[in-house]
Antibody, heavy 121, light 102 residues
Framework: QLQLQESGPGLVKPSETLSLTCSVSGGSISSSGYFWIWVRQPPGKGLEWIASISYYGITYYSASLESRVTISVDTSTNEFSLKVRSVTAADTAVYYC?????????????WGQGTLVTVSS | IQLTQSPSSLSASVGDRVTITCRASQGISSYLAWYQQKPGKAPKLLMFAASTLQSGVPSRFSGSGSGTEFTLSISSLQPEDFATYYCQHLGYFGQGTKVEIK
């Protein structure tokens, strides 16, 4: 059974960089036909896709966040990561990592439990 | 692409039939997925390709539609179905529909 687990600091100061890692277990991040993605959810609000990456490094970013975000993958550790630069209170959210199946319109079949990141001084 | 769900919330009783609609701003063939999210939990995939039930999801859930209009139906609402439901296409999500107990 595939499992994803987010890790990273729960509190980040404004203007600093938010860094999160998603550890994948029970399967290989190098499997074909999948992308690995980050989605966030501000408190009480809906879901927002942030970025996607394939195991061979193809990336896609949300247009609204592209200038501040970097997604990367490490196949040797079966992990992928997210960095959000110059954070503000608007970046406060639960951040989820997930696996996206690259077929039939792309859908997320496995999710991490989510990690709350608060931006505050 | 914009995905617009309706209603934004609804109240229903156990045993009711519930239908949620997701409208796309342009045609997306049948490439739509539905998720269920309970408070404090990650979203759970219910349906993909508009009408294909994800493994393990109860058969009271069904999906239909293609092009720009899609529906998610729950034939007989159960207590564990009270949650928020989202539609998704590529990197776009609907705003969510909260199903509450009447």
């Amino acid at each position: 059974q595939l499992q994803l687990q987010e890790s990273g600091p729960g509190l980040v100061k404004p203007s600093e960089t938010l860094s999160l890692t998603c550890s994948v277990s029970g399967g290989s991040i190098s499997s074909s036909g999948y992308f690995w993605i980050w989605v966030r959810q501000p408190p009480g609000k809906g879901l927002e896709w942030i970025a996607s990456i394939s195991y061979y490094g193809i990336t896609y970013y949300s247009a609204s966040l592209e200038s501040r975000v970097t997604i990367s993958v490490d196949t040797s550790t079966n992990e992928f990561s997210l960095k959000v630069r110059s954070v503000t209170a608007a970046d406060t959210a639960v951040y989820y990592c997930a696996r996206l199946r690259e077929t039939l319109g792309n859908y997320m079949d496995y999710w991490g439990q989510g990690t709350l990141v608060t931006v505050s001084s | 692409i914009q995905l617009t769900q309706s209603p934004s919330s609804l109240s229903a009783s156990v045993g009711d039939r519930v239908t949620i609609t997701c409208r796309a701003s342009q045609g997306i063939s049948s490439y739509l997925a539905w998720y269920q999210q309970k408070p404090g939990k990650a979203p759970k995939l219910l349906m993909f390709a508009a009408s294909t039930l994800q493994s393990g999801v109860p058969s009271r859930f069904s999906g239909s539609g293609s092009g720009t209009e899609f529906t998610l139906s729950i034939s007989s609402l159960q207590p564990e179905d009270f949650a928020t439901y989202y539609c998704q296409h590529l990197g776009y999500f609907g705003q969510g529909t909260k199903v509450e107990i009447k």
